[in-house]
């Protein structure tokens, strides 16, 4: 089975873009859950989506955005970038909802950098 | 719980040797689930060893295991006959009722094996 997909791996934006990441999870995997890691904050939970449906979210705010589309494959959405956005993404599939039910599956991560 | 504390930010050992990298947690739950991931340099995260708080016996994964102490609050991950390979960073990561059903990740431990 191939693994949990990210793109791009890396981008570069400047303060007020706004930028698309995508995840495509394992193949059957129904739950895929993002996370933010920087250096300051460590490792962060965004948001899970499982069945096309926002089943769970983080404390961030609202220009974190997110979608699930019928074939698992998910989108993460940041408006209005800051420098403080400037992190890997990771995202992590599931077989189950819930990220502690399961093993969650990770991608290699989209490393964001904003200026 | 609201905090998962890894006390160590970096720890180095012998190959072939036996390390123990710890962890602690904070919680007024009784059931809950513990686990330790791994995110060597190329940055994939991988699940190493999952604990069930509820099951007393503790989870074991080849020369990977645990010691958990769930008074005390204390997850601890032992690695035995260290390799090269092992080589990364460590979080501890702890799912329950009481952190909303997400993840919420220790600061992590950089683990270095000397050869």
């Known amino acids: 089975k191939a693994g949990v997909t990210q793109t791009p791996r890396y981008l570069i934006k400047t303060r007020g873009q706004q930028v698309t990441l995508s995840c495509s999870p394992i193949s059957g995997h129904r739950s895929v859950s993002w996370y933010q890691q920087t250096p300051g904050q460590g490792l962060q939970f965004l948001f899970e989506y499982f069945s096309e449906t926002q089943r769970n979210k983080g404390n961030f705010p609202g220009r974190f955005s997110g979608r699930q589309f019928s074939n698992s494959r998910s989108e993460m959405n940041v408006s209005t970038l800051e420098l403080g956005d400037s992190a890997l993404y990771l995202c992590a599939s599931s077989s189950v909802a819930g990220a502690g039910y399961n093993e969650q599956f990770f991608g290699p991560g989209t490393r964001l950098t904003v200026l | 719980a609201q905090t998962v504390t890894q006390s160590q930010p970096e720890m180095s050992v012998q190959e072939a040797e036996t390390v123990t990298l710890s962890c602690t947690y904070d919680?007024?739950?009784?059931?809950?689930?513990l686990f330790w991931y791994k995110q060597p340099p190329s940055r994939q995260m991988i699940l190493v060893i999952r604990?069930?708080?509820?099951k007393q016996q503790n989870a074991t994964e080849n020369r990977f295991s645990v010691n958990f102490q769930k008074a005390a609050k204390s997850f601890s991950l032992k690695i035995s006959d260290s390799q090269l390979g092992d080589a990364a960073m460590y979080f501890c990561?702890?799912?329950?009722?009481?952190?909303?059903?997400?993840?919420?990740w220790g600061a992590g431990t950089k683990l270095i094996i000397k050869p």
């Open positions: 990561a702890y799912f329950g009722m009481d952190s909303n059903y997400q993840l919420i």
């Open positions: 604990q069930e708080a509820y």
């Open positions: 919680t007024s739950e009784s059931d809950y689930y």
